[in-house]
């Protein structure tokens, strides 16, 4: 017997301490010695990370106790760890020093110096040559008034020297050495360009102590973004790029035409974190690639005889960009609509398939409660079209009058170059057991559908997403789906600009929540940190030139538009989006008496770790919407 009660005040066994207790974050994956490894950062450790390995159907920690495998360059960060036969590298987050393990004898000892100031010298992504003399990786060194990124060459015996093997760029990521150990590539990028706009591939001799000779650029530049080079046994360079509109996959040998047919599908991501892998050998004459094709995942296969692109396994949807090839099998992070993300196994020749992260029972008898997200596509300004899921709600306890529609929470993606999925997401499900609709919306500005659509939102940053998010509302309003007037908004980071936006400057939406959201378009020009510093010259543009813009798309100088509550939640170790963000907005509903609350968190960065923060700010946003919403 269903209980017939509101929209929004049903109960769920989608509780906040769930939320926080399912938050293990998984990272980087390596395959090193004929061993799986992945990292994983462990809410209940206080987010510490732990390097994991599974073989012979074993799952054992490997990094032992004290030590925190996270490293910190450009802030997102991603390649923390990396190996080669007995050796396991990474980087340890108390201090930043790069930390060589022997596999063996599991002994850890810092082979880079401790830092004149706490975590000013930083590692990552990097790679050890075949002859075990010395490792290649990202370096960024925070000195007193500039950050400067560079590839670095770290010996891998004492006395443990490093030396500097590429320099001058602004930003270098993807430094991987040809099986011959003869050279070398990498991937780098100049101000104000960020790394879909545009980056360069370079390739350089290197020797067998790690000095490089003869660089030069060979793809990339003029507008071409590159993405993930990787090698062919036989010593070919091969890499993702956009000169057509999508990223598609070249080699460097015939690199004027992509060796798959040219269709309308992505093999690339944008290059937020470092260390992803969306192309894999499986065997000499065939990949198999992460392919987005209308902002929804799958696995595909591609034939380098014919150039076929076949479709691999759509079990599936979505996937962060985390996959490695060996042998017949295939390791990789994913997840679908029924299942949150794990690391899965396929045996390329059986299909046959193994969970290796521990299973979730929960997930089995929460079955019942999970909304199936549906992919929409709808009319938009400028007579465009944008995308989204949409999510009713959904619990086998409870049913609605027949006479109500659902209130809809409009959800925002961070960003804004990015995109939402439509893999198991239980803070998504967190609202729909609960009576309440979610859109999810990939507003124009989103990876997935091509850089056309990608690159719609240059210069129209705060007008665009926030017309996507409004139309998506009323386009699942018209569909009878949702009661329009009582629709709220959220969004984190640049979707909780977004969600600023839509409250200040439309009357659309009854409550809303931004998490450590941009509230200030010139301080946050001025005080972001390095690897962002530059983003917004694309989406808004150049500062000071376009000071008017700034001013005119910042909502906290036009406080006086508001009209409705305003939830905000703040880490206070923000370095991507500082507090004096969320401080200026507060300042201004404070002084204009408009209602809002306002939840700051000791020890939080830019996303949340902490189990009692994920708890306290879900709990606190649940009150917020019974309170302003219903």
């Avoid at 974190?273 to 094709?293: E, H, M, N, P, Y």
């Avoid at 007579?383 to 989204?388: I, L, N, S, V």
């Avoid at 998504?428 to 056309?452: C, L």
């Avoid at 008496?593 to 994920?614: A, D, M, N, Q, V």
Wanted: proline content about 6%; glycine content about 8%.
């Amino acid at each position: 017997m269903k209980n017939n009660t509101v929209y929004g005040l049903w109960q769920s066994p989608i509780t906040p301490e769930m939320l926080a207790s399912k938050s293990t974050r998984y990272g980087q994956i390596q395959y090193i010695n004929d061993v799986f490894y992945w990292l994983e950062s462990r809410p209940h450790e206080q987010g510490r990370g732990v390097i994991v390995r599974s073989h012979n159907g074993e799952r054992e920690d490997v990094t032992p106790e004290g030590f925190n495998v996270r490293t910190r360059v450009h802030e997102y960060a991603g390649g923390d760890f990396w190996g080669r036969g007995d050796y396991l590298l990474f980087a340890d987050d108390a201090n930043q020093q790069l930390c060589l393990q022997n596999l063996v004898t599991n002994s850890v000892e810092f082979i880079t110096p401790e830092p004149p100031v706490k975590r000013s010298l930083r590692y990552c992504d990097g790679e050890v040559a075949p002859n075990m003399a010395y490792t290649v990786c990202v370096h960024e060194r925070h000195e007193a008034d500039q950050v400067i990124n560079e590839l670095t060459a770290v010996s891998l015996s004492s006395p443990f020297t490093k030396h500097v093997i590429a320099q001058g760029a602004d930003f270098y990521s993807n430094p991987r050495i040809s099986p011959d150990g003869k050279q070398l590539c990498w991937i780098s990028w100049n101000h104000p360009n960020m790394p879909w706009d545009e980056t360069e591939l370079w390739l350089a001799d290197i020797s067998e102590s790690g000095e490089i000779s003869n660089p030069c650029k060979v793809a990339g530049g003029d507008n071409v973004s590159v993405y993930h080079p990787y090698w062919s046994a036989d010593n070919q360079l091969y890499y993702v790029a956009d000169p057509e509109g999508w990223w598609h996959i070249y080699c460097l040998a015939s690199n004027e035409t992509p060796v798959h047919e040219k269709m309308e599908i992505e093999f690339g991501l944008p290059q937020w974190v470092f260390g992803c892998r969306t192309v894999q050998w499986l065997d000499d004459k065939s990949l198999v690639a992460i392919g987005t094709k209308q902002g929804q995942q799958a696995l595909y296969r591609i034939k380098l005889d014919t150039g076929d692109v076949e479709l691999f396994s759509d079990h599936w949807t979505a996937f962060n960009g985390q996959m490695i090839a060996a042998g017949d099998e295939l390791y990789f992070m994913a997840a679908n609509p029924q299942t949150g993300e794990a690391v899965y196994q396929v045996n390329v020749q059986s299909s046959k398939s193994e969970q290796l992260t521990e299973s979730d029972s929960d997930n089995e008898q929460l079955s019942e409660y999970l909304s199936v997200p549906q992919h929409i596509e709808f009319p938009t300004t400028g007579d465009q079209k944008a995308y989204g899921y949409f999510y009713p709600p959904k619990n086998p306890q409870y049913q609605a009058s027949e006479e109500e529609k659902p209130p809809l929470i409009v959800m925002s993606h961070g960003g804004p170059t990015g995109m939402t999925d439509n893999g198991l997401n239980l803070t998504i499900q967190y609202w729909t057991s609960r009576g309440f609709a979610v859109a999810d919306v990939n507003y124009r500005g989103s990876t997935g559908y091509g850089r056309a659509y990608r690159d719609s939102l240059k210069g129209q940053w705060g007008i665009l997403d926030v017309d996507d998010c409004i139309a998506m509302g009323q386009y699942l309003e018209k569909q009878g789906l949702v009661d329009g007037s009582r629709m709220a908004i959220r969004g984190g980071s640049a979707g909780g600009y977004t969600t600023l936006c839509a409250l200040t400057f439309h009357d659309v939406f009854k409550a809303g929540m931004s998490r450590y959201g941009v509230a200030e378009l010139v301080s946050l020009s001025q005080d972001s940190h390095k690897f962002e510093i530059r983003y917004l010259d694309s989406v808004v543009g150049p500062y000071p030139q376009c000071a008017d813009l700034y001013y005119q798309r910042s909502p906290v100088n036009h406080t006086e538009l508001l009209s409705c509550p305003i939830l905000i939640l703040q880490g206070l170790e923000d370095k991507v989006v500082p507090p004096n963000q969320a401080e200026a907005m507060v300042k201004a509903l404070e002084e204009k008496g408009l209602p809002y609350e306002y939840i700051t968190f000791e020890g939080e960065g830019h996303g949340f770790r902490k189990p009692e923060t994920i708890i306290k700010a879900f709990s606190a946003e649940l009150e917020f919407y019974q309170k302003y919403l219903l």
